[in-house]
């Protein structure tokens, strides 16, 4: 797997705004390819109810969280189940490896799993011997490719279909073919169906877990994690503990919803409930169940601010109306959740720390919060962090001893008169006759692409008791 | 390492929320919210008399790029499954749920039609099942796994041919559910399959027969 560099989402914006292949396939995420406001929300008179409905049932199942999973565990359990609780990514790595190896497996056919690329299984896997094989398209192409999803339902949205041609060629060892998105679809469908049938395991993530029936549900499109899962004979769920729901009345809530948001369908292709192992007399379907139940920090997010991004339920509606994300694709965020999700959800993985500029990737237009089916308050969240960040003293050296001045000026007004007339005097003296700074202390940043106009006249504080009274 | 991981994150989970294990009326609310498996709000639109319920469904489920045609009687079935056959120009050779509610349909009547009952292998290109019911909201099958309907041919032939009767028809995926809670526990895989198998993976432009059916065609057969 890449070097995840969220650190450097600045200059990887930078490669990224100039890299003209990126900016070509980013065209077709910027021409609306989900079409929200007309299919979304037009065709479905209660769509404002439903998103209510849905936000209300996982407040409610957040604040019993433990009663639901453990529900949701035991009846796992009772319908032949096995379930594997797991607090860090490391005990879901070696979970997931114990039950192949004691499956004496050798490949494993993964349905899109955003928690597998959290936990890094992949590399895991095949470290241990294992061939993972991704099966939904985009990560096929991106695992072929070596790279991490660039979108957390389109993984492959950083690339044009003369890339996917030119992947295909080589990976596939044939002389490059004509990039036509049925022919590639085809291809990778005829190259992957003997996969499944040769895979010992089968992986998939989960949409929802439903506590009342011990199901586990997938929401697919292409049918790929389908035939992961009932043609292996093992079949293992990867999913985190907010995926909990209580009933299955509740997981159609939100799944009408998610459609919606998620690609503008009215309802996606497969829905579908998988609970236990095949049953006595079934002609398929897998021979073993397991669920592997991953914290990973979000029970550490209870309580707080934070809380309210449990209700993520992955849609990826706020990376689709992103100014920021569609201008300089996922990749450029260095993580594994990308767009406003990924820089709310990328400090609480892998520490503030490390993802200090993510939560500053925002131009705080508000877009990501007013398309969130769950009411996720978004900017308000990066916010916390960047209030969080800034009190770690974080932030970067020259605004902590910037603004350490203002505010000792500032809480002394006869002491903040004089310097801020001596500022506006030194500034006009620099300025010259052009009246232009070309470059600005402890702001070169401001004033590497224009001047700065030097100040005219008095203080603010000056004008304002000299016109006080005459105005 | 499982007990202890399940003790850390409710323990977690607990100190969190500032209270030990749901005790007493919360309890009894949350256990009683799962018994009783209230329906949220159902959308109005499916809610109609079955005929209008059957326009619906029709309406939701071309508007998907699955295909309809619709029988009066069961001696018709056979006949329009090779009509549709003919005109994808597909084989008359076909791998068919072993479901007997499949079997009124006289296909004997379809001399040139070969059917096989069983789960499919790769080399069959069509696959006929029956489902649970269909949903008129947006068009969808719901299909039970189990002895008499293997899932793999919901999903491996390339095209799925699907026999419905009009009385199968419900108004929302709640009424579904209910169906199969009436029949006992839940079967191991329930689908809610809405058209064919899609993908907008690349470019973002949307394309049949990812991995599943590429083609989708439901047979309605009248009462």
């Known amino acids: 797997m890449p070097a995840l560099t969220s650190e450097n989402f600045r200059a990887n914006s930078v490669k990224a705004l100039g890299n003209a292949q990126l900016q070509r396939a980013l065209d077709?995420?910027?021409?609306?390819?989900?079409?929200?406001?007309?299919?979304?929300?037009?065709?479905?008179?209660?769509?404002?109810?439903?998103?209510?409905?849905?936000?209300?049932?996982?407040?409610?199942?957040?604040?019993?969280?433990?009663?639901?999973?453990?529900?949701?565990?035991?009846n796992?359990?009772?319908?032949?189940?096995?379930?594997?609780?797991?607090?860090?990514?490391?005990?879901?790595?070696?979970?997931?490896?114990?039950?192949?190896?004691?499956?004496?497996?050798?490949?494993?056919?993964?349905?899109?799993?955003?928690?597998?690329?959290?936990?890094?299984?992949?590399?895991?896997?095949?470290?241990?011997?294992?061939?993972?094989?991704?099966?939904?398209?985009?990560?096929?192409?991106?695992?072929?490719?070596?790279?991490?999803?660039?979108?957390?339902?389109?993984?492959?949205?950083?690339?044009?279909?003369?890339?996917?041609?030119?992947?295909?060629?080589?990976?596939?060892?044939?002389?490059?073919?004509?990039?036509?998105?049925?022919?590639?679809?085809?291809?990778?469908?005829?190259?992957?169906r003997p996969r499944y049938h040769e895979a010992d395991i089968g992986?998939?993530?989960?949409?929802?877990?439903?506590?009342?029936?011990?199901?586990?549900?997938?929401?697919t499109n292409e049918g790929n994690g389908d035939l992961s899962q009932i043609l292996p004979r093992t079949h293992i769920v990867l999913a985190s503990i907010d995926k909990?729901?209580?009933?299955?009345?509740?997981?159609?809530?939100?799944?009408?919803?998610l459609a919606r948001t998620s690609s503008g369908q009215e309802f996606t292709v497969y829905n579908t409930f998988s609970t236990g192992a095949r049953r006595p007399g079934d002609l398929d379907g897998p021979e073993e169940f397991h669920v592997v139940l991953l914290d990973n920090g979000r029970s550490a997010l209870m309580g707080t601010k934070q809380q309210a991004m449990l209700r993520c339920i992955r849609c990826a509606a706020c990376l689709n109306h992103c100014p920021?994300?569609?201008?300089?694709?996922?990749?450029?965020?260095?993580?594994?959740?990308?767009?406003?999700?990924?820089?709310?959800?990328?400090?609480?993985?892998?520490?503030?720390?490390?993802?200090?500029?993510?939560?500053?990737?925002?131009?705080?237009?508000?877009?990501?919060?007013?398309?969130?089916?769950?009411?996720?308050?978004?900017?308000?969240?990066?916010?916390?962090?960047?209030?969080?960040?800034?009190?770690?003293?974080?932030?970067?050296?020259?605004?902590?001893?910037?603004?350490?001045?203002?505010?000792?000026?500032?809480?002394?007004?006869?002491?903040?008169?004089?310097?801020?007339?001596?500022?506006?005097?030194?500034?006009?003296?620099?300025?010259?006759?052009?009246?232009?700074?070309?470059?600005?202390?402890?702001?070169?940043?401001?004033?590497?692409?224009?001047d700065f106009p030097a100040p005219e006249g008095a203080t603010f504080r000056a004008q304002w008791r000299r016109t006080r009274g005459a105005a | 390492?499982?007990?202890?991981?399940?003790?850390?994150?409710?323990?977690?989970?607990?100190?969190?929320?500032?209270?030990?294990?749901?005790?007493?009326?919360?309890?009894?609310?949350?256990?009683?919210?799962?018994?009783?498996?209230?329906?949220?709000?159902?959308?109005?639109?499916?809610?109609?008399?079955?005929?209008?319920?059957?326009?619906?469904?029709?309406?939701?489920?071309?508007?998907?790029?699955?295909?309809?045609?619709?029988?009066?009687?069961?001696d018709d079935v056979p006949g329009a499954?090779?009509?549709?056959?003919?005109?994808?120009?597909?084989?008359?050779?076909?791998?068919?749920a072993p479901d007997p509610a499949l079997d009124r349909y006289g296909w004997a009547s379809q001399k040139m039609l070969a059917i096989r009952r069983g789960k499919p292998v790769d080399a069959d290109q069509v696959g006929v099942t029956g489902a649970l019911c269909g949903v008129a909201e947006t068009g969808t099958l719901m299909m039970a796994s189990g002895p008499e309907h293997p899932t793999t041919l919901n999903f491996m032939p390339e095209t799925h041919v699907v026999v419905l009767r009009a009385a199968q028809m419900v108004g929302a995926y709640e009424e579904g559910f209910d169906l199969l809670r009436a029949k006992g526990a839940m079967p191991r895989t329930v689908n809610l399959i809405t058209g064919p198998s899609r993908t907008g993976d690349i470019e973002q432009k949307i394309e049949l027969g990812a991995h599943g059916p590429r083609r989708l065609h439901i047979v309605i057969v009248d009462d």
Not at chain 1, 48 to 72: G, P, S, V
Not at chain 2, 16 to 26: K, M, N, P, V, Y
């Open chain 1, 28 to 74: 077709n995420i910027r021409r609306d390819f989900v079409d929200f406001k007309g299919r979304a929300v037009g065709e479905l008179p209660e769509y404002d109810a439903l998103k209510r409905e849905a936000i209300a049932l996982k407040n409610h199942t957040l604040e019993n969280l433990d009663f639901y999973l453990d529900t949701f565990a035991k």
């Open chain 2, 81 to 96: 499954v090779v009509d549709y056959l003919k005109g994808q120009n597909l084989p008359a050779d076909v791998i068919m």
């Open chain 1, 244 to 257: 909990i729901v209580p009933t299955i009345e509740d997981a159609l809530t939100v799944a009408r919803v």
């Open chain 1, 324 to 450: 920021v994300y569609k201008s300089v694709g996922g990749h450029a965020y260095g993580a594994v959740y990308t767009g406003p999700m990924g820089a709310v959800i990328t400090p609480s993985l892998i520490g503030i720390d490390k993802a200090a500029p993510l939560p500053n990737a925002s131009t705080f237009c508000g877009r990501c919060e007013s398309v969130c089916p769950m009411g996720i308050p978004l900017p308000a969240l990066m916010r916390d962090w960047r209030e969080r960040e800034y009190e770690r003293a974080e932030a970067p050296a020259a605004l902590r001893s910037g603004i350490g001045v203002w505010a000792y000026l500032a809480k002394r007004p006869a002491l903040y008169a004089r310097a801020t007339w001596l500022g506006v005097k030194a500034l006009r003296v620099i300025g010259g006759r052009r009246g232009r700074l070309a470059s600005l202390p402890l702001g070169q940043g401001w004033t590497a692409t224009r």
């Open chain 2, 1 to 74: 390492m499982s007990e202890g991981g399940r003790a850390a994150i409710l323990g977690n989970i607990r100190r969190a929320l500032g209270r030990g294990e749901l005790q007493g009326e919360a309890r009894a609310a949350c256990e009683a919210r799962l018994k009783s498996h209230a329906r949220n709000l159902v959308p109005a639109r499916g809610q109609l008399p079955r005929e209008e319920q059957v326009a619906l469904f029709i309406r939701m489920a071309e508007a998907v790029k699955a295909s309809v045609s619709r029988v009066a009687k069961d």
């Open chain 1, 76 to 192: 796992v359990e009772a319908s032949g189940g096995h379930i594997h609780w797991c607090q860090a990514a490391g005990e879901a790595r070696e979970a997931i490896v114990a039950i192949c190896k004691k499956r004496g497996a050798k490949t494993m056919a993964k349905g899109k799993s955003m928690v597998g690329e959290e936990i890094g299984l992949n590399a895991y896997l095949e470290a241990a011997g294992l061939t993972p094989i991704e099966t939904d398209l985009g990560e096929y192409i991106i695992q072929m490719r070596g790279e991490t999803p660039s979108h957390i339902t389109a993984p492959a949205i950083h690339l044009t279909k003369e890339d996917v041609a030119d992947t295909f060629a080589e990976h596939h060892n044939h002389a490059r073919r004509p990039a036509e998105i049925p022919a590639l679809i085809a291809e990778a469908r005829e190259m992957l």
């Open chain 1, 203 to 219: 992986l998939t993530g989960a949409n929802f877990l439903i506590a009342e029936t011990g199901s586990s549900m997938i929401i």
